[in-house]
Each structure stands twice: as structure tokens, then as C-alpha cells.
């Protein structure tokens, strides 16, 4: 007799419901006015452009942020489709007395998973929720090559307890790859000295395969970015990239900044975690203080 009850064709159901619905990704970047955050938004959706349809869509210049505002996109790779949402915050830190400048942000990242859970609380069962939480918050160091400000230490750790935290060294091109390497290195020591636990977090449940995952990219953070509104024409055919005086800096070269291995891991390598880790780490985290605040 045949046993085969069919059962395996579930992973199928599952990837037909999943193409169908498509994944949501939500990024945040947070930093310093002027670090060249907007300018960074632009990279990425123009870079993506690119690899998906070969061309370059015509940009308007990077203006100065204002407000929290969402950029997105979908993109569409063998039929599988993700909405990459980018959410832009203004600056801070240019202010005499900063105290508080983060609560908006935080304030912000909150308000989302307030929403998930007022969502979670109506919807139908099976109804699937539009998730605006955020996955990963990308923030931005000031290159000076020397160390964190303390506004960096601070507001870092306050993000740290509500998003998956990936700090990146801004505009590295003003610095000489000697120097970027000596600064990594100071700036991991110092996340350490101040007890900043950020993103990947270590689980006992890890595999083989998670603790790998981790290493590799424990090893390269802060990515040493470029970013750039303009086109450069290298090869024939157009990058983004910067003049300086040392020369044209291509930011799609892995030789000359970490902005190719950054766009990898969050779209690529770990896009997948980043949305798992948020659900199971710091959504856990909120409902957690949700049922504390409501219980006094
Ligand atoms: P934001 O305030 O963080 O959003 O910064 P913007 O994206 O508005 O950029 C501020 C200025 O820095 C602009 O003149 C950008 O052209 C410049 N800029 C942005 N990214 C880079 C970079 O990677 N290297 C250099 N040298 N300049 C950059
Ligand atoms: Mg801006």
C-alpha cells in the first residue's frame, strides 16, 4: 500500500502563499544632520534600480530632512516581491543642549509596534498584517577617526532596547583605509567599554549555520560607507560615485567602501533574521512592558 499522504507539499503552500503576498522590510537611519543619511537612501534605491531593470532613474538632489518621512519601493527578483521601505529622520545633535533629541525616533519605532499589536488584536486570525515595524535601524557615526561622541554612546543604547541597532562609519571616504581599520577597531572596543549590545544578538537555540552567520558579520561591523546622489561614469557606464582628491571613489566597489556589503546583508544575508530577531527580541520586549505598564 501507499503510505504517501502528501503532507510534504506544505513548503510548497507555504512559498506560494509567501511570493503571493510578498515580504515587507522596513529600515530606519538615524544620525547626525548632515552624516549623509538621505544621501544614502537615495544609493541604495538607485543601486536597485539598476540591478533590477539595468537603468538609472533621474534623481532630484537630497534636500535637507525635515520630518520622519518613508521612502519605498518594491522590488521584484524571480517573481519574489519585497516592499523596501526606508523611513528618514532629521538630524540632531547640532543643538547646544540635546537632551531628549532621540525621543521622536524612539518614540516612532514604538508607535509601530503599538500598531502591530492593535492589529494583532482585531484582525481576523488568518488575515495577514501589514507590519510597519522597524527591522533595522541603521545609524550613522561621525568619521573623525578618533571616537564615539557621547550622544553616539547614549543614543545607542536607547535604541538598542527597542530595534536591532547597525552602526556604520559615515562618509569613509574621508578617511584613509588605515584609518578606518583603526577606528573599527576602537569603535567595537568602545561598544564593548560602554556595555552596547547591539545587533546579532547570540540565542542557545543558534546552529552551526546562526553562529556563523553571526561571526561574519560581527567581523565587519561598522560598515565603512559611501554614499552618493551623483553619477560617475567608470567602465563606460554609470556609478554612483564621488570625486576627491585622491581620485573617483566607485561606491559599488568593495575596494573602496563597505556600501555593496551592507546593501548585501540587509537585502540579502540577513533580511530574513533582521525580521525575525525583531519579532521574537523586541516586539517580545514591548508586549513584555505593555502587559507591566497596563498590570500597575
Ligand atoms: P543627512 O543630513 O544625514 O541626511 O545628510 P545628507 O544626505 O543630506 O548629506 C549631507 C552632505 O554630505 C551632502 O552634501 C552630501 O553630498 C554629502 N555626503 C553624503 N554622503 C557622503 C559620503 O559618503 N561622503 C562624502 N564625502 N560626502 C557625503
Ligand atoms: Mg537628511
Redesign the pocket.
Known amino acids: 500500500a501507499n503510505s504517501y499522504v502528501g503532507f510534504d507539499t506544505i513548503t510548497q503552500q507555504i512559498e506560494h502563499k509567501l511570493l503571493k503576498r510578498g515580504f515587507q522590510f522596513n529600515v530606519i537611519v538615524v544620525?547626525q544632520?548632515?552624516?549623509?543619511?538621505?544621501?544614502l537612501i537615495n544609493t541604495i534605491f538607485a543601486s536597485h534600480l539598476m540591478d533590477s531593470k539595468g537603468r538609472f532613474a533621474a534623481d532630484e538632489p537630497?534636500r535637507?530632512?525635515t520630518e520622519i518621512q518613508t521612502v519605498s519601493h518594491v522590488i521584484v527578483e524571480n517573481g519574489v516581491k519585497l516592499r523596501l521601505n526606508i523611513v528618514d529622520t532629521p538630524?540632531y545633535g547640532d543643538q547646544v543642549n540635546n537632551e531628549g533629541c532621540w525621543d521622536p525616533i524612539i518614540k516612532y519605532i514604538k508607535d509601530q509596534h503599538s500598531a502591530y499589536l492593535r492589529k494583532e488584536l482585531t484582525a481576523q486570525r488568518d488575515r495577514y498584517i501589514q507590519d510597519t515595524r522597524i527591522h533595522c535601524c541603521i545609524y550613522?557615526i561621525n568619521p573623525t577617526g578618533h571616537s564615539l561622541r557621547p550622544i553616539d554612546v547614549i543614543v545607542m543604547k536607547k535604541l538598542s532596547e527597542v530595534v536591532n541597532v547597525v552602526p556604520v562609519i559615515?562618509?569613509s571616504?574621508?578617511l584613509t583605509v588605515d584609518e578606518r581599520l583603526a577606528f573599527k577597531d576602537k569603535i567595537r572596543e568602545e561598544l564593548v567599554y560602554h556595555n552596547i549590545r547591539l545587533y546579532p544578538f547570540d540565542t542557545d537555540e543558534d546552529d552551526e549555520e546562526e553562529v556563523s552567520l553571526n561571526e561574519t558579520i560581527r567581523s565587519i561591523i561598522p560598515f565603512a560607507?559611501?554614499?552618493?546622489?551623483n553619477n560617475v561614469i567608470i567602465n563606460g557606464a554609470p556609478v554612483r560615485g564621488?570625486k576627491?582628491r585622491w581620485g573617483v571613489v566607485n561606491v559599488e566597489d568593495p575596494g573602496h567602501c563597505e556600501f555593496v556589503n551592507l546593501r548585501n546583508f540587509l537585502t540579502r544575508t540577513h533580511l530574513q533574521d533582521l525580521i525575525e530577531t525583531t519579532a521574537q527580541i523586541h516586539y517580545e520586549a514591548f508586549l513584555k512592558e505593555e502587559i507591566v505598564s497596563h498590570s500597575r
Request: net charge positive.
Open positions: 544620525g544632520t548632515g552624516l549623509g543619511k538621505s544621501t537630497v535637507q530632512t538630524g550613522f559615515a562618509k571616504d574621508t560607507i559611501v554614499g552618493s546622489e564621488r576627491n
